[in-house]
């Protein structure tokens, strides 16, 4: 009698947390059947990361890529970096401060680097996320100041304010930044459980945001879109991260993100962070990792238009001897 009971149970909840989840996801993204498999090779991909490094030869070797991470306040920008930097650590790691509420917490502009806890001799590796303040109607990012962050002229922990008044003069500007120093790709961070309404919440902040990317478009900049929080807007996705490339209501998001913001939809990665959990799990590992390769990819595919820049400027030889 209890072994009915029992099954009577799963089969009710089954069908409360994952009831309308199609077999076929929508989104082809890796072997989600063999999640631990798949996440050690993420991992190590990733790890051994080396921008372009299937183009350049041997002695010549670009340092890093700078990733930006550029959105409204409480979009979870900083968590985006301590989700990616917790599964490099192999543990919960938060370093950015982050927030659940809609304030600021981040004043600063940062480039945070990722260490890998899977080695003995632990090195930085070879991408770097850099941190802002996030966007609100009193504080929009100026022309001005978007270009002296995708250039790479503001220094790290340079107090910043989107919409304050920078000066080449000011301590730490770099008048005269090398391609390393540069932008390589911006992740546009929005909160899935806004984007029901992100064309009417602020009209301002939208404006902004697409302003900005005339920018980057201008300087031939990749542009991606991390979709944040999608366990808000899924059940099933709470349940288990895995299960958002077959829920309807993710890929609904992601269409409406991508023709908000004129992107393709490949270039919409949903995205767990970890906010409430106390150890790792699997699929929020593994969506991390994915997202970060698509990002990864745009910067080589970015870094490509500067192929001969590189080959001139990043030979060994040259940087051991100045």
Same mark, same amino acid.
């Given at each position: 009698?209890?072994?009915?009971?029992?099954?009577?149970?799963?089969?009710?909840?089954?069908?409360?947390?994952?009831?309308?989840?199609?077999?076929?996801?929508?989104?082809?993204?890796?072997?989600?059947?063999?999640?631990?498999?798949?996440?050690?090779?993420?991992?190590?991909?990733?790890?051994?990361?080396?921008?372009?490094?299937?183009?350049?030869?041997?002695?010549?070797?670009?340092?890093?890529?700078?990733?930006?991470?550029?959105?409204?306040?409480?979009?979870?920008?900083?968590?985006?970096?301590?989700?990616?930097?917790?599964?490099?650590?192999?543990?919960?790691?938060?370093?950015?401060?982050?927030?659940?509420?809609?304030?600021?917490?981040?004043?600063?502009?940062?480039?945070?680097?990722?260490?890998?806890?899977?080695?003995?001799?632990?090195?930085?590796?070879?991408?770097?996320?850099?941190?802002?303040?996030?966007?609100?109607?009193?504080?929009?990012?100026?022309?001005?100041?978007?270009?002296?962050?995708?250039?790479?002229?503001?220094?790290?922990?340079?107090?910043?304010?989107?919409?304050? *008044?920078?000066?080449?003069? /000011?301590?730490?500007?770099?008048?005269?930044?090398? +391609? &390393?120093?540069? %932008?390589?790709?911006? =992740? #546009?961070?929005?909160?899935?459980?806004?984007?029901?309404?992100?064309?009417?919440?602020?009209?301002?902040?939208?404006?902004?945001?697409?302003?900005?990317?005339?920018?980057?478009?201008?300087?031939?900049?990749?542009?991606?879109?991390?979709?944040?929080?999608?366990?808000?807007?899924?059940?099933?996705?709470?349940?288990?991260?895995?299960?958002?490339?077959?829920?309807?209501?993710?890929?609904?998001?992601?269409?409406?993100?991508?023709?908000?913001?004129?992107?393709?939809? *490949?270039?919409?990665?949903? /995205?767990?962070?970890?906010?409430?959990?106390?150890? +790792? &799990?699997?699929? %929020?590992?593994?969506? =991390? #990792?994915?997202?970060?390769?698509?990002?990864?990819?745009?910067?080589?595919?970015?870094?490509?238009?500067?192929?001969?820049?590189?080959?001139?400027?990043?030979?060994?030889?040259?940087?051991?001897?100045?």
């Amino acid at each position: 009698m209890h072994t009915v009971n029992i099954y009577s149970v799963e089969e009710k909840m089954s069908q409360i947390d994952f009831d309308g989840l199609p077999e076929t996801p929508w989104g082809k993204t890796c072997n989600w059947n063999n999640t631990f498999e798949t996440l050690a090779e993420l991992k190590d991909e990733l790890e051994n990361f080396e921008p372009m490094g299937d183009l350049l030869a041997g002695e010549v070797h670009f340092p890093q890529v700078n990733i930006l991470l550029f959105g409204c306040v409480g979009a979870g920008k900083s968590s985006v970096f301590n989700t990616i930097n917790s599964v490099f650590r192999g543990k919960i790691f938060n370093v950015a401060l982050a927030s659940c509420a809609e304030h600021v917490v981040t004043t600063k502009f940062t480039k945070y680097r990722v260490m890998s806890g899977s080695s003995t001799l632990p090195m930085p590796l070879k991408f770097r996320l850099c941190d802002m303040r996030g966007l609100d109607e009193e504080h929009l990012m100026t022309k001005e100041n978007m270009r002296y962050i995708l250039e790479g002229s503001i220094a790290d922990r340079f107090p910043f304010d989107p919409s304050g *008044n920078i000066s080449v003069d /000011m301590p730490g500007f770099k008048k005269h930044p090398g +391609l &390393d120093e540069k %932008i390589h790709c911006v =992740a #546009l961070v929005q909160d899935a459980s806004m984007v029901d309404t992100l064309q009417v919440l602020s009209p301002e902040v939208t404006k902004n945001i697409k302003e900005m990317q005339t920018v980057m478009n201008s300087l031939d900049i990749p542009q991606v879109v991390i979709l944040s929080k999608i366990d808000s807007i899924c059940e099933a996705t709470k349940q288990d991260a895995a299960n958002a490339f077959r829920s309807a209501k993710v890929e609904k998001c992601v269409a409406i993100v991508s023709e908000v913001l004129g992107l393709p939809k *490949n270039m919409v990665f949903p /995205m767990k962070n970890y906010e409430n959990e106390c150890q +790792l &799990d699997p699929s %929020i590992d593994t969506m =991390a #990792l994915l997202t970060l390769k698509g990002i990864l990819n745009n910067c080589d595919a970015h870094l490509f238009n500067h192929y001969d820049e590189i080959v001139k400027k990043y030979a060994v030889a040259e940087r051991r001897n100045p």
